[in-house]
């Protein structure tokens, strides 16, 4: 009886952690987005699925890219100057690139996203 216990405990432990594995993203980049970006593209996931993962590499690794494509949005070159962008643009296209169109990747609800677009 003990060990079945045992077992059970240890399956238990293994199937919650990789239900919540599969449900980890970057926060930090999810917080960084929302400042700097949602304002106009929506709520960071949302953003993400605009565009496939090529794209997102495209844009952010091309130099000067983001700022030709936002040149009549003093806003967003605003947010694209920031050295809060500057030293996690990294980070964001990570973000953006596994949470892209063709990724399948679909978030339910928590603490700083609940389904809702914008
Ligand atoms: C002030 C509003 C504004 C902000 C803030 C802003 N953008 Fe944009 N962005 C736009 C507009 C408008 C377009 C469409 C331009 C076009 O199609 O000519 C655009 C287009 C883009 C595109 C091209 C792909 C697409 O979806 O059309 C990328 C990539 C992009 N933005 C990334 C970003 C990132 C990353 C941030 C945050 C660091 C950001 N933007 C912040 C207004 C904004």
New binding site residues.
């Given amino acids: 009886m003990k060990r079945i216990c045992l077992t059970l405990t240890v399956c238990a432990g293994i199937l919650s952690y990789s239900a919540s594995a599969a449900e980890k993203y970057d926060t930090k980049a999810f917080r960084v987005?929302t400042k700097?970006?949602t304002?106009?593209?929506g709520t960071p996931f949302y953003m993400a699925k605009?565009?496939d993962e090529d794209?997102w590499t495209y844009?952010f690794n091309t130099p000067g890219k983001?700022e030709k494509?936002?040149k009549t949005?003093p806003?967003?070159l605003d947010?694209?100057k920031k050295s809060l962008?500057q030293k996690r643009k990294k980070r964001?296209l990570k973000f953006f690139v596994a949470n892209s169109k063709f990724s399948g990747n679909v978030h339910g609800c928590d603490a700083n996203f609940c389904g809702t677009h914008h």
Wanted: aromatic letters at 10%.
């Fill in positions: 987005i700097l970006c304002p106009c593209h605009q565009i794209d844009f983001l494509i936002h949005e806003k967003a947010s694209l962008f964001l």
